[in-house]
Each structure stands twice: as structure tokens, then as C-alpha cells.
């Protein structure tokens, strides 16, 4: 089956340690999205990569790093500098190139920082 | 930059009732997507539109890609309770560059069924 995996589905840390979420694809798609999602809100774009060993910021990249050293795999990095850490985490993916504009989701993981 | 305005916020419906829901933008799109998010899970694509004026339907639901390019509407008839979730809007306007595929998304709207 193909998909997005994202582990773990929770996740919890103390303040002032990073922590990184996980997300693979074998959907053999070349784009790759990191979303933030509050409470009652709606999706916050973190960081992205179109191709391999190339990524950009989004709209809430600060606080955040990420890697794209293989095409199924776009790790998440929560660093300590990110100030409200608690949140929804979620991964998608895309063909890139073509017509379609389709971003396809992980289950997402949960961070709770106490 | 671009912002998608989605309402309503949230609905209270009965089951057996019909939902509208939409999205406005001030700037085109060329693609809008409809998502439906369960509690806890990720959003999960409902419909796609790539033309102006197009109407695409997936069972329940009916999706329109308003011929302004401005805007798209989502309606669900005769609701059940599994319907209830949250619905997202997702609009491309094909920028370009390294802003190639990124999607602006609506601030969605809470549904819930009573039965």
C-alpha cells in the first residue's frame, strides 16, 4: 500500500530538548511538506522540498529544521529555540512538475513540550 | 500574502439536512482542493478542480471551482454521521519558482451531525 507514515503518532518532550518527527513516503512523489496545526486552526506551513538535498522555508520556519538526503524521507527538527512547541505536526506529499497540485497527508504526530 | 477566507466557521446540522460550505480569495487560483480532517488524523483529499466553472462531484458531495477563479464550494447532501469533521479549503495559484506547489489553506469549517 502506498502512503505517508509519520511516527511516532505522540510524542512527548521536555522543554529545552529538540526533537525530531519522522515521515517517510513510498508514494515516489518528489515534493515534501512540513504543516503546524493549532487547536481550532488551520494549516501552517513549516518548511518544504521540491527535490532532494534542496528545501524552503515557509511561513513558520522559525525554530525548525529540516533534511532531504533521500526522496521518501523529510525529517523534522523541533529545536529548543521554538517557542510554543506544543502542536499538531503534519506531513504531506506531492508529484512535482505537471498538472496536479495535490498534497497528500500523513496521520500526523502529536508534540506535547512540558 | 494570499489568504483564503472559508466560512462558515463551524455548523450545527441535523442528519438527513444538506451543507454548504465555501471559500473566497482576492487573488486567482488555478487548482482548489476540498479536505476532510477527522479528529486526531490527516487531512484526506475529497475533491480536486483544475477548470473555471467545473463541477465535480464524489458521491455526497458536490465541489464547484467558481468562474470568477476566486472561489469554490463544497455542498454535502443528506448528512450522516460520519460526516462530521473538519473541511478544508486549498487553493494554487501556480507562482512559480521555488513557490511551485505550495497550497494557501482556508482557516475550515467545524462540522457537526447531530443524530
Known amino acids: 500500500d502506498g502512503g505517508i507514515t509519520q511516527s511516532p503518532k505522540y510524542l512527548f518532550r521536555k522543554e529545552g530538548q529538540n526533537v525530531t518527527l519522522s515521515c517517510e513516503q513510498n508514494l515516489n512523489h518528489d515534493a515534501m511538506y512540513w504543516y503546524r496545526q493549532d487547536p481550532g486552526q488551520g494549516l501552517r506551513l513549516i518548511y518544504y522540498s521540491q527535490i532532494v538535498n534542496d528545501f524552503q522555508k515557509g511561513d513558520i520556519a522559525e525554530g525548525y529544521s529540516v533534511s532531504r538526503e533521500k526522496k521518501e524521507s523529510f525529517p523534522l527538527t523541533v529545536t529548543s529555540a521554538q517557542k510554543n512547541p506544543t502542536a499538531f505536526y503534519l506531513c504531506?506529499?506531492?508529484?512535482?512538475?505537471?498538472?496536479?497540485?495535490?498534497?497528500?497527508f500523513g496521520p500526523g504526530t502529536r508534540l506535547t513540550v512540558t | 500574502g494570499q489568504q483564503l477566507n472559508q466560512s462558515p466557521q463551524s455548523m450545527f446540522i441535523q442528519e438527513g439536512e444538506d451543507v454548504s460550505m465555501n471559500c473566497t480569495s482576492s487573488s486567482i487560483f488555478n487548482t482548489w482542493l476540498w479536505y476532510k480532517q477527522d479528529p486526531g488524523e490527516g487531512p484526506v483529499l475529497l475533491i480536486a478542480?483544475?477548470?473555471?466553472?467545473e463541477l465535480t462531484s464524489n458521491g455526497r458531495l458536490t465541489a464547484q471551482f467558481g468562474i470568477t477563479r476566486k472561489d469554490s464550494f463544497l455542498n454535502i447532501s443528506a448528512s450522516i454521521p460520519s460526516d462530521v469533521g473538519i473541511y478544508f479549503c486549498a487553493g494554487y495559484a501556480n507562482a512559480g519558482g521555488t513557490s511551485y506547489g505550495k497550497l494557501t489553506f482556508g482557516q475550515g469549517t467545524i462540522l457537526t451531525v447531530h443524530p
Open positions: 478542480l483544475y477548470k473555471a466553472g
Open positions: 504531506a506529499s506531492s508529484i512535482f512538475g505537471g498538472a496536479s497540485y495535490e498534497q497528500y
